[in-house]
Each structure stands twice: as C-alpha cells, then as structure tokens.
C-alpha cells in the first residue's frame, strides 16, 4: 500500500488567481495522477504525471491551466491556474499500486473558488 | 468508449441489515478489473473489492460481496450486517488490464440508519 498525503486539504481562493496542491507519497512511485471531483460527480481524470516526462493531459484538460511538476519518485505538484467558480472542486492525487493491481488515493484539497 | 453507470444516487440501510449497490459498464475489452471504492467524509478513497473479469468467482471481503455477471456487464456490491461505518460515497470503477486508466461511475450515497 501507499500513504499519500496533500496540501492544502481545502482552500478558498478569488477568481483569477492561481493554486498549487502538493502530493507526497511514502514510497518511491513512477507513475502519479491527478483527479478532478466536481461537486456531486465522479471523478474525472485530468493527467498523468512520470518523473522526467512532461505529464499527460486528458481530454478537455491543458497544461496552461493545469501545469504540474514531478521533481521526483515521491512528490508531484498541480496548479491550478487562472482559477474561475468553475474550477471548484475536489482535487485528488493518486499513485498506482505494485502490478496490475488496485489505485491509492489522497485524501483531496477543496477548493472553493469564488 | 467504456462507461460506467450507477443508477442509485443513494441509497438508505438500516443497521445490521443488508444493502446491494448496482452498478452496470460497457466495454468491448475482455481482459479488465472492476472495482468498488469507498469515500467516507474524510474524502480518502479506499478500496473495497476488485474483481478481475476472468475470474468467474464473485469476489468476497468480509461483509462486503460482488455480484459479477459478464455477459450482462453487471457488477453488484452487497455489504452485509451495515454498520454505522458504512456510510460513504460508494465508486464503481473499471481498467483495462494493463491500462492505467479508471473511468468512475457517479456514485451511490450510502446512509446508515441507526
């Protein structure tokens, strides 16, 4: 198993600035992802992130308003950027377990965006 | 594409009785692992149970048991003898086999009556 910790666990910020959610994680990790939890809704993949690469953005998700930096095996950072109401939401990070094996999941950051 | 489908929005058990989470996805894939995750207040995810497609045993946890019908792409949790603990948000979630990719259903709100 993996323990995955995040900072902020919930914050409030104004309409057009900029938020960055730390993820660390105990053990050492290639791959991490980052999840977007609208409110009342599923969680919607936003990208993956490998140590050395430039992370992978799904659909309808840009690295301009979601940069994210892996510096290295244990830690993984997203920003939100330019934030608008929209962007409420939960934010989890996750690491994937050893083998073809089950996802572990960080506790969220809130965020409020008015 | 593949999508996942839980009917149930939420979902109401009295204490020490039994409850039954329906969840239903489509896929072309036949190699694929399906899961329950939980989401109590705190927001951690945790996993459930899993259940890998080639497997025709229903997976088993304790108090928690799936109903796993291929043919009819249908993936049941039944928790048994609920316990005030319970109460959660409940996810289906499914993975190619190899894949990193989880696509989520929307979720059952589990509430526990005393």
């Known amino acids: 198993s993996a323990v995955i910790s995040q900072k902020p666990s919930r914050d409030i910020c104004q309409r057009g600035t900029s938020l960055t959610i730390q993820c660390q994680v105990d053990?050492?990790?290639?791959?991490m992802f980052w999840y977007r939890q609208q409110p009342g809704q599923s969680l919607t993949l936003i990208a993956t992130?490998?140590?050395?690469?430039?992370?992978?953005?799904e659909s309808g998700f840009v690295i301009d308003k979601f940069p994210i930096s892996r510096p290295n095996l244990t830690f993984s950072t997203l920003t939100v950027s330019n934030m608008s109401p929209e962007d409420s939401s939960i934010y989890l990070c996750?690491?994937?377990?050893?083998?073809?094996?089950?996802?572990?999941f960080g506790p969220g950051t809130r965020l409020t965006v008015l | 594409a593949q999508t996942v489908t839980q009917s149930q929005p939420e979902m109401s058990v009295q204490e020490a009785e039994t409850v039954t989470l329906s969840c239903t996805y489509d896929?072309?894939?036949?190699?694929?692992?399906l899961f329950w995750y939980k989401q109590p207040p705190s927001r951690q995810m945790i996993l459930v149970i899993r259940?890998?497609?080639?497997?025709?045993q229903n997976a088993t946890e304790n108090r928690f048991s799936v109903n796993f019908q291929k043919a009819a792409k249908s993936f049941s949790l039944k928790i048994s003898d609920s316990q005030l603990g319970d109460a959660a948000m409940y996810f289906c979630?499914?993975?190619?086999?190899?894949?990193?990719?989880?696509?989520f259903g929307t979720g059952t709100r589990l509430k526990v009556l005393a």
């Open positions: 996750s690491v994937r377990g050893q083998g073809d094996g089950e996802q572990f």
């Open positions: 053990s050492q990790v290639t791959m």
């Open positions: 979630a499914y993975r190619v086999s190899g894949t990193y990719k989880y696509i």
């Open positions: 896929t072309s894939e036949s190699d694929y692992y």
């Open positions: 992130a490998n140590q050395g690469s430039e992370a992978t953005y």
């Open positions: 259940q890998e497609a080639y497997k025709q």
